[in-house]
């Protein structure tokens, strides 16, 4: 059972610094193709055109925070079911275990480390497909 | 030499552009605190400045200011406090905050290099501790002078002004240790009553120290009662706090202890094995005597629990050919019988046990009477491997070690790697800031190499201000980049010495097998590696050819 590709990543982030290092690791150290929203709002808007394979949201934003995107993007047919990973500069266990059961695949800490991002998202990827 | 717009160019570029906007990013923290002082029912700003701490927090260590992220962590928390419990801000709160806008502007001055945690998935398994040391004080400002002073030694830390914001998190937070003070608004002892509370539901031991102005003996048996860890009076001596953590937070001591039941009835032995099981025991249990010395060795037992009379050989011939063996003449041995004839008893202590149980057995003794012999048996063998100032392994058990993981290497062909590391110039840090200082320097380093190293990687005091580190199964570069890391890591912290702040560095020399083939060669390389790199200039590492 071979692990389907991992092409495209739509992230979410409101900070423009995070933003643009985020983006380095992601395309130029990770070779994905990443489209990049500020805002939950955005982000129902351009995921279906994008048609990303995993949507990484910020837990802490303005207006929409991680968690209320995720729940409005499950309610959009088409994106519902792209897996999401959350990304927090405060990962208290019991808040960990709150974003596990809305069903995400994993949580990515902040601050992070933009050289080896992307082997993390990889690995979480290939978790998720050959857990499933 | 990276080219031009390689992903590490471009990441350095970002990083100038970041350390650019940092100062104004500190000034509107600095004017929304202004705001919030102004008016202290001002929810915006209290919002506002939650959600700039938590943005510092989340990216400082990403451009390349570690300890900005540590701050921001530690203001997001003490804010994050404030806005849970709803409190009302005091001139206490004011001035916390006004601290670690200081540290804040401390750590946006100084450019550092960059060092991460690792995520997730980990490219190093079994990295150890980074939960936080909880400090609950109603006083902001000892709080904040203890929590400065631990950050900067490279832990984490989240204060708490009150009992309910410590009461709050409890159910759902695993600290590293909790340092607390006695006397709160709710009373003279609520300090020790809380944590006796905390204790009787939190699923596992915190160690908890606590720090107090009282000094009489009530204070200090109501800490006993609510098993305390430490007591220390204030003002608190740094220096002996951060010792006592050490050990309290030290990973290695916290492993679970291994039982080998030798029993040749199996039902028995299951029984036993379930009982101590339940406590956390790793067990293993052999019912044929004769096979004891290969369990043995494979198991590596903290203890033996022992039948006396079993067929094919007693429990008292058992022991005696265990004791044969050098390695183990200290191995406690308890052994198990129904015999109550004293005399008997006695004589079997005399061939090598170190206690006897009457069957049947009460599963609490049995835990007991186990738990309190490999805690001693653990800190004797402790102090006949360890050094006593930094917890490593000394000099001549490294060198074991370095025999033995070198044969093990050669029979499996595997790899691993040798490392000699040097503090440069610690005879200057002992001149300009005392002996007091360095020693404390030489530990904060023996606690960093076990907090950035592996479970499997052993870690010794090879002489005054030289380590030595064996990494087991890994290659030349491998070990390269783990202690390019730790050398990383170690630029990030800034000691304090009366008021003076100062860093270190070291220079390594490394040595691979098979490419040096025998621990001579090892030795005698990463030696030369170490000559060369202080000769080049100090603070790098040499990789043996």
Redesign the interface.
């Known amino acids: 059972m071979t692990t389907p590709d991992l092409k495209r990543i739509l992230l979410v982030e409101d900070?423009p610094?995070?933003q643009?290092?985020a983006r380095?690791a992601m395309e130029?150290?990770g070779g994905f193709s990443v489209e990049i929203c500020s805002s939950g709002s955005e982000a129902l808007k351009k995921a279906p055109v994008f048609a990303p394979d995993l949507i990484i949201l910020d837990v802490?934003m303005?207006e929409m925070d991680g968690p209320d995107t995720l729940r409005a993007l499950r309610e959009v047919p088409g994106i519902a079911s792209i897996p999401v990973i959350f990304m927090?500069?405060?990962a208290?266990?019991?808040e960990l275990r709150r974003y596990k059961e809305m069903g995400i695949l994993?949580?990515?800490?902040?601050?992070?480390?933009?050289?080896?991002?992307s082997?993390?998202i990889s690995?979480?990827w290939r978790?998720y497909h050959a857990s499933s | 030499m990276p080219h031009p717009n390689s992903p590490e160019e471009q990441l350095e570029a970002l990083r100038q552009t970041y350390a650019s906007q940092l100062s104004a990013k500190l000034r509107l923290i600095e004017e929304t605190s202004e705001k919030l002082f102004k008016d202290s029912g001002d929810k915006e700003a209290l919002k506002k400045l939650h959600y700039l701490a938590h943005s510092l927090a989340g990216s400082g260590a990403t451009f390349g200011f570690s300890s900005l992220s540590r701050t921001g962590s530690a203001l997001e928390s003490f804010v994050s406090d404030i806005i849970e419990n709803k409190l009302t801000i005091t001139g206490e709160h004011t001035a916390g905050i006004n601290n670690l806008l200081d540290e804040l502007r401390k750590a946006s001055d100084k450019s550092e290099k960059i060092i991460y945690s690792k995520q997730g998935k980990d490219t190093f398994p079994e990295k150890a501790d980074s939960r936080p040391i909880f400090i609950v004080d109603d006083d902001v400002d000892i709080a904040q002078a203890i929590a400065s002073q631990l950050i900067s030694f490279g832990y984490t830390v989240q204060i708490f002004t009150d009992i309910a914001g410590l009461e709050k998190a409890m159910p759902h937070t695993e600290p590293a240790a909790i340092i607390m003070d006695i006397i709160f608004p709710e009373g003279e002892f609520a300090g020790t009553d809380v944590i006796s509370q905390i204790r009787l539901h939190h699923k596992t031991r915190v160690p908890v120290i606590f720090v107090s102005v009282h000094d009489d003996m009530e204070a200090r048996l109501r800490a006993v009662r609510a098993d305390s860890d430490g007591y220390f009076v204030k003002p608190v001596d740094i220096y002996d706090l951060i010792d006592i953590l050490a050990i309290l937070t030290n990973p290695k001591d916290t492993e679970p202890y291994r039982i080998l039941i030798v029993e040749d009835e199996p039902e028995l032995a299951k029984f036993y094995s379930l009982i101590l099981e339940q406590a956390g025991i790793i067990t293993s249990i052999v019912t044929e005597p004769l096979t004891v010395m290969q369990n043995m060795v494979k198991f590596d037992p903290d203890l033996i629990l022992m039948d006396l009379y079993m067929p094919d050989c007693s429990g008292m011939e058992l022991a005696r050919i265990i004791r044969q063996i050098p390695e183990y003449i200290s191995l406690p041995i308890v052994f198990l019988s129904i015999e109550r004839n004293l005399d008997k008893k006695l004589t079997a202590m005399g061939y090598g046990g170190d206690d006897f149980l009457t069957k049947p057995i009460q599963p609490v003794h049995l835990i007991s009477a186990v738990t309190t012999r490999v805690e001693r048996a653990r800190a004797l063998k402790n102090l006949m491997i360890r050094d006593s100032m930094t917890g490593l392994l000394n000099h001549s058990n490294i060198l074991e070690n370095l025999d033995r993981e070198v044969s093990l290497a050669k029979r499996k062909t595997g790899k691993l790697a040798f490392a000699m590391l040097d503090i440069d110039n610690f005879k200057d840090v002992n001149d300009a800031y005392g002996h007091l200082t360095g020693d404390l320097v030489l530990k904060s380093l023996a606690r960093l190499l076990q907090d950035r190293l592996r479970k499997t990687d052993l870690i010794g005091r090879y002489g005054g201000e030289e380590f030595a580190i064996i990494l087991l199964d890994t290659d030349g570069a491998c070990a390269e980049k783990i202690l390019r890391e730790l050398k990383d890591s170690l630029s990030q912290i800034r000691y304090q010495s009366g008021g003076a702040e100062f860093s270190i560095t070291f220079s390594c020399g490394l040595a691979a097998f098979p490419a040096y083939e025998d621990p001579e060669k090892l030795i005698l390389a990463a030696d030369k590696a170490l000559y060369k790199a202080k000769h080049a200039g100090r603070d790098r590492i040499i990789l043996a050819e």
């Open positions: 900070e610094d995070i643009e290092v380095l130029a150290v802490m303005p927090t500069a405060k208290q266990p019991q994993d949580v990515v800490s902040k601050p992070f480390d933009p050289m080896t991002l082997t993390t690995d979480i978790h």
